[in-house]
């Protein structure tokens, strides 16, 4: 069809030809023979010829450039006025959506009305379809069991002691069973188990102490890993007992200066925080002095635990003098009656000599303001630098007068049984262990407690 339109449209540069002459019906009709576009390049072009072409007249109407190409007007149609003509909108039917205010449909509202009491219009909905048989290759999914309700019991200290202990014991403790598995206890065996238990930083002492007991008892003899297990439990109560100790706070004194050191990352801060959870909680006034003025971040965690404890805060902008800081809120503790005052500390390595004399500048500092403080110096100990908690202690008890400690992330590490040896080396009170994040995870220590989860010793 487009091709028939193409040919009466356009010439396509072809000399129209002559009438053919009259033919005798008789005579059969020649056939045209198309000129190609070989034979049309060879062809002369002439513009007197071209001149006397005819001009084939255009087949589209001037009714159709009007209207674009498209179909013309009906007939009887109203003229264009050259203004818009706006559609009319067919109205759409009512939508009841239950939206986020909570709009109940009316055709819910009335449903509801005529069902009997007590029954859900949605019944139907809600109700599971009957269905005989599935197709081969489906099943149905089991039935949803009931949530089992939420376990609302808190575990005990010891439970949660012990949890936080288990990598300690349980490296031990296996260690232990696998020696003494049918073995008669002999000098090698006691050896071996001596270099085990000085392997979990228990220290020499404690090592030798433990042994001694076993070979008294048990040489010669079969051992199992529990015999093991309770001869080290009541060693390491032994070692722990003289130490195990509450904080004495003299109230006579107000406020009752105590003053936290430690290295970088020992937990200073948050331990703050939880002792002044316990003491805000008992009643006591407590008021918190921001002296880690290296460190931004640890001004803003203490105001974040003055606020959570209901305790006063001093702090100043960073890179305060810290004997300077611990001057005002000493003063500022005694104008408002407080009954204990917390100093933090920047966190310092041991082996800093210029941080160390800051420490003992803030010590002479509040020496001035009263003779006897700092009453308490805690130091926080990060359970997990193992052997090197022991140079820590001796430093700062030279040169801070720490008269008691604190041992901070139990529960992360396998190396917790370097408490022992602290506390047979040192014999300072421990009064604290923490075994995570949470206030209550920092708990008073106990002895025997420690020392029957440090050896897998059941509740």
Same mark, same amino acid.
């Given at each position: #069809? /487009? ?7 356009? !010439? ?36 007197? @010829?071209? *001149? ?13 450039? /009007? ?33 986020? %205010? ?37 099943? !149905?999914?089991p039935a949803p069991e009931p949530e089992a309700a939420l376990e609302t019991e808190r575990l005990t200290w010891f439970q949660r002691l012990r949890a ?12 232990? !069973?696998? $020696? ?6 002999? *000098? ?23 042994? *001694?007991?076993?070979a008294s008892e048990r040489y010669g003899r079969d051992v199992s890993g529990a015999d093991v297990s309770r001869i080290m439990a009541n060693e390491i ?8 100790? +509450? ?13 936290? =050191? ?21 009643? %006591?006034? =407590? #008021? ?25 805060? =001093?702090?100043?902008? %960073? ?22 005052? @917390? ?11 210029? $941080? #160390? ?32 908690? $022991? ?15 604190? #041992? ?20 300072? +009170? ?13 708990? +008073? ?5 420690? /020392? ?8």
């Amino acid at each position: #069809m /487009a091709f028939d339109f193409l040919k009466r449209v356009f !010439t396509f540069d072809q000399v129209p030809p002559e009438a053919p002459a009259a033919r005798s019906p008789d005579e059969p009709p020649e056939t045209a023979t198309p000129v190609t576009a070989d034979a049309k390049a060879l062809q002369p072009t002439d513009p007197a @010829i071209d *001149d006397a072409l005819p001009v084939a007249e255009d087949p589209v109407l001037a009714e159709e450039f /009007a209207t674009g190409g498209g179909p013309s007007d009906d007939d009887g149609a109203p003229e264009d006025d050259g203004q818009p003509v706006e559609e009319a909108l067919l109205p759409l039917p009512p939508v009841e959506d239950i939206g986020d %205010l909570g709009v109940v449909p009316l055709s819910l509202l009335e449903a509801e009305a005529e069902l009997p009491p007590g029954e859900s219009p949605t019944a139907d909905i809600d109700r599971p379809r009957d269905i005989a048989v599935l197709p081969a290759g489906f099943a !149905t999914g089991p039935a949803p069991e009931p949530e089992a309700a939420l376990e609302t019991e808190r575990l005990t200290w010891f439970q949660r002691l012990r949890a936080g202990l288990s990598r300690t014991s349980s490296q031990l403790t296996g260690q232990i !069973t696998a $020696l003494f598995t049918k073995r008669k206890l002999d *000098d090698a065996t006691l050896e071996e188990l001596e270099d085990l238990l000085i392997q979990a930083d228990l220290g020499v002492e404690t090592a030798l102490r433990i042994t *001694d007991t076993l070979a008294s008892e048990r040489y010669g003899r079969d051992v199992s890993g529990a015999d093991v297990s309770r001869i080290m439990a009541n060693e390491i109560t032994k070692v722990l007992t003289p130490v195990a100790k +509450p904080l004495q706070l003299d109230l006579n004194h107000r406020p009752h200066v105590i003053l936290v =050191v430690g290295v970088n990352g020992t937990g200073k801060t948050t331990t703050i925080g939880k002792l002044a959870a316990k003491l805000s909680g008992a009643g %006591l006034k =407590v #008021m918190l002095a921001a002296g880690d003025t290296f460190r931004a971040a640890a001004i803003e965690q203490l105001k974040i635990w003055a606020e959570r404890t209901n305790s006063h805060i =001093v702090s100043s902008k %960073l890179g305060a003098d810290a004997a300077g800081l611990a001057y005002e809120a000493f003063e500022e503790a005694r104008r408002q009656k407080s009954d204990v005052l @917390i100093i933090d500390t920047a966190g310092r390595l041991q082996n800093r000599t210029e $941080l #160390m004399a800051e420490l003992e500048k803030i010590v002479r500092v509040l020496g001035k303001l009263d003779p006897d403080a700092p009453h308490t110096v805690l130091q926080t100990l990060d359970a997990t630098t193992g052997q090197n908690a $022991l140079n820590q202690v001796e430093i700062f008890r030279n040169v801070a007068g720490v008269n008691g400690l604190i #041992m901070t992330k139990l529960d992360g590490t396998a190396r917790g049984g370097i408490l022992v040896a602290i506390s047979a080396k040192h014999k300072l +009170p421990v009064y604290f262990i923490g075994v995570g994040e949470g206030i209550d995870d920092l708990e +008073p220590f106990e002895a025997q407690d420690f /020392a029957e989860a440090i050896a897998g010793i059941a509740e």
